[in-house]
């Protein structure tokens, strides 16, 4: 069992930061895969971000790319998403997840993963 909490969320303006951070409970969490989803009111959810646990190789959703980051702190059982230049089009539920065994080609997929997170509302004003 994984229990994921998120936190940073807020209300930022157009081109700002936040930094959201996962923390898991669980003594085997460095065993799992974690992605970063959101969803907007409306949409489906959306794949933000992963690391793969086969390389520690990370990769994002076309719409970050190059403006979001992955971290990872194991020490703390917490992984962070920095998140820079931020567009009124990022807004949304911001969720952090959790899954054993996942293929690279699966990361994206939020059916891979079989833990989440209670979500952390991200509000980009124009």
């Known amino acids: 069992q994984v229990q994921l909490v998120e936190s940073g969320g807020g209300l930022v303006q157009a081109g700002g930061s936040l930094r959201l951070s996962c923390a898991a409970s669980g003594r085997t969490f460095s065993r799992y895969s974690i992605g970063w989803f959101r969803q907007a009111p409306g949409k489906d959810r959306e794949f933000v971000a992963s690391?793969?646990?086969?390389?520690?190789?990370?990769f994002y959703g076309d719409a970050v790319r190059g403006r979001f980051t992955f971290s990872t702190d194991n020490a703390k059982n917490t992984v962070y998403l920095q998140m820079n230049r931020l567009r009124p089009e990022d807004t949304g539920v911001y969720y952090c997840?959790?899954?054993?065994?996942?293929?690279?080609?699966?990361?994206?997929?939020?059916?891979?993963?079989?833990?989440w997170g209670q979500g952390t509302q991200v509000t980009v004003s124009s």
């Open positions: 690391i793969a646990k086969s390389d520690g190789s990370s």
């Open positions: 997840a959790a899954g054993l065994f996942i293929g690279w080609g699966a990361l994206s997929r939020p059916t891979s993963y079989n833990y």
